[in-house]
C-alpha cells in the first residue's frame, strides 16, 4: 500500500508542476478542497457565490461541476495520467487534510490552525462543511471508474482493495477528491456518466499515444510512427464524437428549460391585469411588507409556509417559479 501511495504522490507531483495554473480557463470547480496558491503569487479574487448555488437545484449543481471538470486538455503534461488531472485537485489546489500553510488562508471559510498538516480536515469549499468519505460501495465504483481511465491505477487499487478496503477508501478519498462528483453524477444522470467517464479514458489514450507517436518520430521509425498515429488519429475520432453528444444533450436540457420557462411566461400574461390588480389591493393593507418581499421573490411566502417547523426556510427559486 505504501508503494502505491509513493507512486500517486510522485504523479501528483508531476501533474503539479506540469501543468500550472493555466491549466483550467475561467471559472472552475466551485467545489473541492482549499485552493493552495505558491509563495509570491497574488492570491485570486473570491466571489461569493452563495446566491448563485442556492438557485440551482441539485441535478444541476452536478452538472455544473462535471461540465467544469473537462476544462484540461492535451496541452497539460504528457507524464501525468488521466486520473490526476481530471479527478485529482485543479493545479494549484491543496489536496484534502494539507490545511493552511505558513500562515495563509485565515480568510472566511479557510482551515484552523489546529487543521493544519497532513491529516488535516477535508472540506468542500461549495457547502463550508466536511467531505464525507467514501462507502465501500462508493470505493468499489470509483475503482471501477479508475479502472477505465487509468487501468494501472486501478488495477492496483482493485488488488489492494481485496486486503485493505478502509485504507484504499481513505486513499481515494483524499487522493482523488472530484471522483465523488462522478459517483453523484451516476445518481442523477447514468447516460451522462458513462460519456464523462468514456471521454477521460480517451482523454488518457490520447496523451499516451501522443507521447509514442512523437517518440517514433524523433526514433526515425517511420513503420511505428504510422501505426500509432492511425491509432491516436482513431481515438481521437472517438473523443470528437463523445464531447459531440454530451454538448448535444446539455442543449437538449437547455432547451427543455427554455421551452417550460416559455411557457410560464405565457400562462402569466394572460392574466396580467387581475395579477396587477391583486398585488395592488395587497400593498394597499397593513400587511404590505409582506407582499413586498413577494414581489421581490415569488412563492416565497408559499415555501415559508411549506419550511414551517424545519428552521430557516430555504427558497429554491427554480421551484418556485414552477409553482408561480
Known amino acids: 500500500m505504501k508503494t502505491l501511495k509513493n507512486s500517486l504522490k510522485n504523479k501528483i507531483g508531476a501533474t503539479a508542476l506540469g501543468v500550472g495554473v493555466a491549466a483550467i480557463a475561467g471559472a472552475v470547480l466551485v467545489g473541492g478542497v482549499l485552493n493552495a496558491e ?40 504528457d507524464e501525468s495520467s488521466a486520473s490526476d488531472e ?141 501505426s500509432t498515429s492511425e491509432e491516436l488519429k482513431l481515438v481521437l475520432t472517438d473523443l470528437f464524437d463523445i464531447r459531440n453528444e454530451l454538448t448535444q444533450m446539455q442543449i437538449d436540457q437547455m432547451q427543455l428549460k427554455l421551452d417550460k420557462m416559455r411557457s410560464r411566461l405565457a400562462d402569466r400574461m394572460l392574466d396580467k391585469d387581475g395579477t396587477i390588480a391583486k398585488q395592488l389591493n395587497a400593498l394597499s393593507q397593513p400587511e404590505a411588507g409582506d407582499v413586498m418581499r413577494e414581489l421581490i421573490l415569488p412563492g416565497r411566502e408559499m415555501m415559508e409556509k411549506k419550511n414551517e417547523g424545519r428552521g430557516k426556510p430555504k427558497v429554491d427559486v427554480e421551484k418556485v417559479e414552477e409553482k408561480e
Open 38 to 77: 505558491p509563495r509570491g503569487e497574488e492570491r485570486p479574487a473570491k466571489h461569493d457565490r452563495r446566491m448563485t448555488r442556492e438557485a440551482m437545484s441539485p441535478q444541476q449543481m452536478i452538472l455544473d461541476e462535471v461540465e467544469k471538470v473537462k476544462t484540461l486538455t492535451l496541452a497539460m503534461n
Open 86 to 226: 481530471l479527478l485529482g485537485p485543479k493545479p494549484g489546489e491543496r489536496r484534502g487534510g494539507e490545511g493552511r500553510m505558513r500562515g495563509e488562508g485565515r480568510g472566511r471559510g479557510e482551515m484552523r490552525d489546529e487543521d493544519r498538516g497532513p491529516g488535516g480536515k477535508e472540506r468542500d469549499r461549495m457547502f463550508g462543511r466536511l467531505r464525507p468519505e467514501l462507502s465501500l460501495a462508493d470505493t468499489q465504483e470509483a475503482i471501477r471508474i479508475l479502472k477505465i481511465i487509468d487501468p494501472p491505477v486501478g488495477v492496483e487499487l482493485e488488488e489492494q482493495y481485496k486486503t485493505n478496503p478502509r485504507e484504499v477508501a481513505q486513499l481515494l478519498h483524499q487522493r482523488f477528491p472530484r471522483l465523488g462528483w462522478f459517483l453523484k453524477l451516476k445518481q442523477y444522470d447514468p447516460e451522462m456518466f458513462e460519456l464523462r467517464v468514456n471521454e477521460i479514458a480517451l482523454i488518457g489514450q490520447s496523451k499516451r499515444l501522443a507521447v509514442e507517436y512523437r517518440e517514433a518520430l524523433s526514433a526515425g521509425d517511420e513503420a511505428l510512427a504510422s
